[in-house]
């Protein structure tokens, strides 16, 4: 595509004046990028590369953009004119023809065009939800599951080799309280008079829970202590609650290829030996019998207890051996997506990898903002244990799968996300959702008046899409791959949220303009080959991102 050839323009340019003395030879040059300036008169495309070089080669961006131009040889037949713009801007201005050739490059060769092998086949492991299974998913583990499955989903699109884990913590203190909350709700509804445990989970999920054990053994367990009862609870439980979170997660389109238990890192001695190793390597050291890693040595604010001196682990032990397994497990790449209140981790984890030899460079942590879920203006709270959140299952049922994906979707990973489901269950332009829906409904509606006209429309000719509504759709439509790799690269899949709705908002305004089909049947077939590349894009980005295409709404 011509971005490619573009860039290798600009960087035999600055190649050129390394050999000139112009810019050092050491200096490393960062991906060119292009993009479509606002203003037609900037040019079709524009790079800000002298920017990201200036500090490097101590000179002005537009004295160095100068340069570069200055130094480019355009030998390509599709380029008119490159000119400096603003404080450094490089504009590129192509030939009438061009952009038409662009559309039919993007038709013909579509599979490759959407499927970028930038990946090359290398393995990541994308870890994300890993909720606890202590309770029903919210909203908010409903962010952090749809940006991780979006994401891996934009990684395997462009040549990756994606693993899809979710982490079960059912190990540790907030397991047996899950427990003795379900035993005691056995107990009251069997006639006992008992107080709730302060820090117990207090959803109708628990009672639930607990008049199934009581369907099935009755009040066989009463008189049991709780050393005897809250395990088996415990279990009972857990079970229950991570199968309901299966359910919602395949009901948000979600599939995990991995459930990696923590528990079974007890069982197997895998948290035992990882300590030890790390004993024998000095990174775990003992104090006021409690034994601690030295999380200070790679930045840490403060040691961090791995076994406390009552001989309980917290909660870092397992995560020391978890990890441990994703590295020896040979990724190329691990990606960890955690809620933002996991900040203080991210140091912690970081030293496993300094203290076992693996590579920083290839762990990647993506810490997700609150959701702030409004309903009539009025914000709902969110506690697992006080049962003040509002389920996952809740919000899809009310405003459907495809609404949810994308309003989850609507705002990078790190920025708060306010979720109205008012306009997400709207039907008009407002609710982008359904807006970019229906773009891709409307075209199919296109084909559908031409089948019912029985019309036989000559081979198409592109050079006939000259009007500026046509040369910016497909200004947009060669935009895709580059969004996808961008995504892949910064693992921000809301990059192709936003992009699919500029293109459908392209579309709306060229449709309320411009009549596809009309008496003119040599443009009839232009605009219905222009319209039906823009069918396939927003196809492809909303199967990407695991929503629906429906072709009449």
Same mark, same amino acid.
């Given at each position: 595509?011509?971005?490619?050839r573009l860039?290798?323009?600009?960087?035999?340019?600055?190649?050129?004046?390394?050999?000139?003395?112009?810019i050092?030879?050491?200096?490393?040059?960062?991906p060119?990028?292009?993009?479509?300036?606002?203003?037609r008169?900037?040019?079709?495309?524009?790079?800000?590369?002298?920017?990201?070089?200036?500090?490097?080669?101590?000179m002005?961006?537009?004295?160095?953009?100068?340069?570069?131009?200055?130094?480019?040889?355009?030998?390509?037949?599709?380029?008119?004119?490159?000119e400096?713009?603003?404080?450094?801007?490089?504009?590129?201005?192509?030939?009438?023809?061009?952009?038409?050739?662009?559309?039919?490059?993007?038709?013909?060769?579509?599979?490759?065009?959407?499927?970028?092998?930038?990946?090359?086949?290398?393995?990541?492991?994308?870890?994300?939800?890993?909720?606890?299974?202590?309770?029903?998913?919210?909203?908010?583990?409903g962010?952090?599951?749809?940006i991780?499955?979006?994401?891996?989903?934009?990684?395997?699109?462009?040549?990756?080799?994606?693993?899809?884990?979710?982490?079960?913590?059912?190990?540790?203190?907030?397991?047996?309280?899950?427990?003795?909350?379900?035993?005691i709700?056995?107990?009251?509804?069997?006639?006992?008079?008992?107080?709730?445990?302060?820090?117990?989970?207090?959803g109708?999920?628990?009672?639930?829970?607990?008049?199934?054990?009581?369907?099935?053994?009755?009040?066989?367990?009463?008189?049991?202590?709780?050393?005897k009862?809250?395990?088996?609870?415990?279990k009972?439980?857990?079970?229950?609650?991570?199968?309901?979170?299966?359910?919602?997660?395949?009901?948000?389109r979600?599939?995990?290829?991995?459930?990696?238990?923590?528990?079974?890192?007890?069982?197997?001695?895998?948290?035992?030996? #990882?300590?030890?190793?790390?004993?024998?390597?000095?990174?775990?050291y003992?104090?006021?019998?409690?034994l601690?890693?030295?999380?200070?040595?790679?930045?840490?604010?403060?040691?961090?207890?791995?076994?406390?001196?009552s001989?309980?682990?917290?909660?870092?032990?397992?995560?020391?051996?978890? $990890?441990?397994?994703?590295?020896?497990?040979?990724?190329?790449?691990?990606?960890?997506?955690?809620?933002?209140?996991? $900040?203080?981790?991210?140091?912690?984890?970081?030293?496993?990898?300094?203290?076992?030899?693996?590579?920083?460079?290839?762990?990647?942590?993506?810490?997700v903002?609150?959701?702030?879920?409004?309903?009539?203006?009025?914000?709902?709270?969110?506690?697992?244990?006080?049962?003040?959140?509002?389920?996952?299952?809740?919000?899809?049922?009310?405003?459907?799968?495809?609404a949810?994906?994308?309003?989850?979707?609507?705002?990078?990973?790190?920025?708060?996300l306010?979720?109205?489901?008012?306009?997400a269950?709207?039907?008009?332009s407002?609710?982008?959702?359904y807006?970019?829906?229906?773009?891709?409904?409307?075209?199919?509606?296109?084909?559908?008046?031409?089948e019912?006209?029985?019309? #036989?429309?000559?081979?198409?000719?592109?050079?006939?899409?000259?009007?500026?509504?046509?040369?910016?759709?497909?200004?947009?439509?060669?935009?895709?791959q580059?969004?996808?790799?961008?995504?892949?690269?910064?693992?921000?899949?809301?990059?192709?949220?936003?992009?699919?709705?500029?293109?459908?908002?392209?579309?709306?305004k060229?449709?309320?303009?411009?009549?596809?089909?009309?008496?003119?049947l040599?443009?009839?077939?232009?605009?219905?080959?222009?319209?039906?590349?823009v069918?396939m894009?927003?196809?492809?980005?909303?199967?990407?991102?695991?929503?629906?295409?429906?072709?009449?709404?």
């Amino acid at each position: 595509m011509m971005r490619q050839r573009l860039a290798e323009i600009i960087l035999n340019s600055l190649n050129d004046l390394k050999k000139k003395g112009v810019i050092p030879e050491k200096v490393e040059i960062p991906p060119i990028h292009f993009e479509i300036p606002k203003d037609r008169k900037l040019g079709d495309l524009a790079t800000n590369i002298a920017f990201l070089l200036a500090s490097i080669v101590k000179m002005p961006p537009k004295k160095l953009a100068e340069e570069i131009v200055h130094n480019i040889f355009l030998s390509h037949e599709d380029i008119e004119q490159v000119e400096v713009a603003g404080n450094g801007f490089i504009n590129v201005f192509f030939k009438p023809l061009y952009w038409q050739k662009i559309l039919v490059q993007i038709r013909e060769n579509f599979a490759s065009f959407c499927s970028p092998e930038i990946g090359k086949g290398k393995r990541v492991n994308v870890e994300f939800v890993s909720a606890n299974p202590t309770g029903p998913l919210h909203v908010g583990h409903g962010r952090c599951a749809v940006i991780g499955d979006a994401l891996a989903r934009i990684l395997q699109k462009v040549g990756y080799e994606v693993t899809k884990e979710y982490y079960i913590n059912d190990a540790g203190r907030q397991m047996e309280i899950l427990g003795k909350s379900v035993f005691i709700r056995y107990k009251q509804a069997l006639g006992q008079e008992i107080l709730f445990i302060e820090e117990g989970y207090q959803g109708d999920y628990i009672v639930d829970i607990a008049e199934l054990i009581i369907i099935e053994k009755g009040d066989l367990y009463l008189s049991l202590s709780d050393e005897k009862v809250v395990p088996l609870f415990t279990k009972i439980a857990a079970d229950s609650i991570l199968e309901q979170i299966k359910k919602d997660l395949e009901k948000t389109r979600i599939k995990f290829d991995i459930w990696y238990s923590e528990k079974k890192l007890y069982e197997t001695n895998a948290v035992e030996q #990882t300590i030890q190793l790390l004993q024998k390597k000095e990174w775990i050291y003992e104090k006021a019998d409690a034994l601690w890693m030295k999380t200070t040595a790679v930045g840490d604010e403060k040691d961090r207890v791995v076994i406390r001196s009552s001989g309980e682990p917290t909660y870092y032990a397992s995560d020391l051996a978890y $990890h441990k397994d994703k590295f020896e497990r040979k990724y190329d790449r691990i990606i960890d997506i955690w809620g933002a209140d996991h $900040h203080g981790y991210i140091d912690r984890i970081r030293a496993i990898t300094r203290a076992l030899d693996f590579d920083e460079d290839k762990l990647s942590i993506l810490l997700v903002q609150l959701v702030r879920l409004l309903h009539g203006k009025k914000q709902v709270n969110m506690s697992t244990r006080k049962a003040t959140f509002t389920p996952l299952n809740e919000v899809i049922e009310e405003v459907g799968v495809d609404a949810a994906r994308f309003f989850f979707l609507l705002r990078r990973y790190d920025s708060h996300l306010d979720f109205d489901l008012d306009l997400a269950k709207k039907q008009s332009s407002e609710n982008p959702v359904y807006y970019t829906q229906y773009a891709h409904a409307r075209i199919c509606s296109i084909y559908r008046e031409l089948e019912k006209k029985s019309l #036989t429309l000559p081979p198409p000719d592109t050079s006939l899409l000259q009007s500026i509504e046509e040369i910016e759709i497909i200004k947009k439509l060669s935009l895709f791959q580059q969004v996808l790799i961008e995504a892949a690269e910064t693992f921000e899949p809301h990059r192709l949220t936003f992009y699919l709705i500029e293109t459908a908002t392209l579309f709306h305004k060229y449709y309320n303009l411009h009549r596809v089909i009309s008496e003119d049947l040599n443009v009839s077939s232009a605009r219905l080959y222009l319209v039906g590349v823009v069918k396939m894009i927003l196809a492809e980005g909303l199967q990407i991102l695991g929503i629906t295409n429906p072709e009449k709404m």
